[in-house]
């Protein structure tokens, strides 16, 4: 009698201690919960309202768009389950994924070998040149190699690889890193530096956006070198998802070059000027 007394009470305890657990499981489970800077234009920005398209975000900052919410708009459908946009700094997006709080990174992140240690990749969904961004009737405007940067000071986002590709220009000026695009224009309209490294769907934003700015495309052979992962851009998932990244894979193959040109078109034409 005593043996199953203590019985009943461990099985009681055991069944407390699954339910809170079971019940956060369910919680949730009809969500596709993708993490994302909300601060990337054209990938990605913060508007304050749904135009275009755009999918509010999780903690009620306002709304996000661009080019991955649009990627992510169709893995949520195809996948069946409602998108919720989760606004977190560049630094805390592996971290939340590998947490749990968070189902996917789609945010212009590129699959690098380094990421691919503690996260799993799908196929990519974009691919795109290096450029600079400097400002328009500086002495780099007109350049068309790297050693037209030489004593050049510039920068690019932190815990990027676009940060460590400036060592390849000789005699660089290797300004700190910045948290994020916005900083970064900011300074070079202030000649705090004098180029920052970016993508070029992002180029072609800054320039649109500030008559002040000019991107700048090197020649070829005469650029950044770098490697195929390096320049293009997959979703993030936690390692072992295997169905997920099937689903996710079947789903971006689905997608023309064509389509992507038009998603970017359109994100780069639909960011909001306080983003630019």
């Not at 300074?187 to 800054?206: H, K, N, T, W």
């Not at 997920?244 to 359109?266: F, G, R, W, Y």
Request: charged share 25%; hydrophobic share 40%; aromatic share 8%.
């Amino acid at each position: 009698m005593k043996k199953n007394f203590k019985l009943a009470i461990v099985s009681m305890l055991i069944l407390a201690m699954i339910i809170p657990f079971s019940g956060c499981g369910r919680k949730g489970s009809g969500e596709f919960r993708v993490g994302m800077e909300c601060g990337y234009p054209p990938f990605n920005w913060t508007q304050t309202n749904n135009s275009n398209g755009a999918v509010r975000i999780s903690d009620g900052s306002g709304y996000a768009s661009g080019y991955d919410v649009e990627i992510a708009k169709k893995l949520a459908e195809s996948l069946g389950k409602k998108l919720v946009i989760v606004k977190t700094q560049w630094d805390g997006l592996i971290p939340a994924l590998q947490a749990g709080s968070i189902d996917a990174v789609i945010a212009g992140m590129s699959p690098t070998a380094e990421r691919k240690l503690t996260i799993d990749f799908s196929n990519n969904y974009y691919r795109s040149d290096l450029v600079l961004v400097v400002k328009k009737g500086s002495k780099y405007e007109s350049a068309t190699s790297l050693k037209d940067f030489a004593g050049a000071k510039v920068t690019a986002q932190l815990n990027t690889f676009h940060y460590t590709v400036i060592d390849q220009i000789p005699n660089v000026v290797k300004a700190s890193a910045m948290d994020d695009f916005t900083a970064m224009r900011v300074a070079l309209q202030s000649g705090i530096i004098d180029a920052y490294v970016s993508e070029r769907p992002e180029g072609i934003s800054a320039s649109a956006a500030n008559p002040d700015f000019k991107m700048v495309a090197l020649e070829k052979g005469k650029g950044f070198k770098t490697s195929d992962d390096d320049v293009a851009i997959a979703v993030g998932l936690k390692k072992g998802q295997t169905e997920t990244l099937k689903k996710i894979n079947e789903v971006l193959a689905k997608i023309s070059d064509k389509e992507k040109t038009q998603i970017m078109d359109n994100a780069i034409k639909n960011q909001p000027a306080a983003q630019k």
